[in-house]
Each structure stands twice: as C-alpha cells, then as structure tokens.
C-alpha cells in the first residue's frame, strides 16, 4: 500500500542550529514529493516539491530536501534555523499520473527556541 | 502557482444546521477538486475527490450523506455538511489541479465550529 511516514513528531531546537526533518515512501512506480509548511493559525504553504531530475531540491525560505530513492527518502533540511521557522512541517507524496491524489504525512511539530 | 480560494474561512453553526462551504480555482480550469479535514494538531485527512461534472469519489469511512460535495463548474467546487454536529468541527481544506500540473493548490482552509 502507498505511504507517507514522518518518524519525527516533535522537534526542538535553538536559533541557528540545522534541520534534518525525515521523510520516507512507499509507493509502486515513480513519485511526486511535497513538503508543505503550516504555521500557527495559517493555510498551507508549499515549500519544494521534487518531480524528477536533480535530487537535491531548493525551496523557498532556505529549506532544501533530497530525494534519495535508494533510502525511498525526502528529508528536508535548512542550514540553520529561524525563530520564525517553528511550524508544522508536513511531507506528501503522490504519483506521477492520474488524479495526484496525495498521501500526507503524520507532519512534524517544529519549535525553535530563541 | 495556481490560486485557490475558500469561502467562508469560518463559519459557527448550531448544531442540527447544514454549512456550504465553497471552493474556487481563480487562475485556472480545476478539472479535479479534492476536500480534506484536519483536526488540530493533526495531518490532513482526504475526505473525497471531484472531477468536474461527475460525482464525487469519497475515502473509506467518509459518510457521502453527510458530506455531499459538488463540483458543478470547472472553478467551483462545494462542500455542504449536513445536519452537522459538535464532532464535524475542524479545519476544511480544498484543493484543486488540472491535466497539464503535476501537483495541487491549495485554499487557505475553513475553520467550522459547530456549537
């Protein structure tokens, strides 16, 4: 069956430490991946998303993710981190074709300490 | 990218009251809609899927009778709940794409509080 697992539920860190948030995979044939931020109160904001080509994939905001297939993984990462960055961090994936329907992860609650 | 618009963004109801809640694709043809939940503190739950002109195709354990969506025109979709409860009160999100994009866009959300 198709999912979308986030290992990391809650995170703690302090201004300018970096981020590794994890994301992993299962689906049959090639992937489409998202990872979308929510902040306290808001909508949903895409952040990158990874079609094909280039693994290493920039976004918006300094964050980056690298699509691993080997690991089935798309972990975002930010060099290091802004009190503003604290959020919910969510992961999707869906496939390549058809409807796009999209499998989210279980998100991940980032809270940055000043 | 392509933007998406919901309206209301809240709504508080009584209980025992329908609520419409309308989603609309501003800058393009939104052939397929999709609707999904999200509880506090939670991911979002896909509810259902719409393709324009036909009938909506719900997640396993999404009552269709409660949750009758219809995507009448290639830039609305709607939501209406039915009868709705207490329990029905969370954050309703749509989102909308077409053929030629690889991804959907997203609508800012609706919060209904059902009193």
């Known amino acids: 069956a198709q999912s979308v697992s986030q290992h990391n539920h809650h995170v703690i860190l302090s201004e300018a430490a970096s981020l590794e948030l994890g994301c992993n995979y299962s689906?049959?044939?090639?992937?489409?991946l998202f990872w979308y931020v929510q902040y306290p109160g808001q909508h949903l904001q895409l952040l990158l998303k990874?079609?094909?080509?280039?693994?290493l994939v920039k976004g918006i905001k300094g964050f980056e993710a690298e699509f691993i297939k080997s690991k089935f993984s798309f972990n975002l990462r930010k060099p290091s981190v802004q009190w503003s960055d604290t959020a919910e961090y969510f992961c999707a994936g869906s496939k390549t074709s058809g409807t796009y329907k999209y499998i989210f992860g279980t998100g991940t609650r980032l809270k940055v300490l000043a | 990218g392509a933007v998406v618009s919901q309206h209301p963004s809240w709504v508080i109801c009584k209980s025992g009251t329908s609520v419409k809640i309308e989603c609309r694709s501003l800058d393009f043809q939104a052939t397929t809609m999709f609707w999904y939940r999200q509880f506090p503190k939670q991911s979002l739950m896909l509810m259902a899927t719409s393709n324009e002109g036909s009938k909506a195709t719900y997640e396993q354990g999404v009552e269709k009778d409660k949750f009758l969506i219809n995507h009448a025109s290639l830039t609305l979709s709607t939501l209406t709940v039915t009868s709705a409860h207490p329990e029905d009160s969370s954050f309703y999100i749509c989102s909308g794409t077409e053929p030629s994009y690889n991804e959907q866009f997203f609508g800012p959300g609706t919060r209904l509080t059902v009193l």
């Open positions: 689906y049959g044939g090639t992937v489409n």
């Open positions: 990874y079609f094909s080509g280039d693994p």
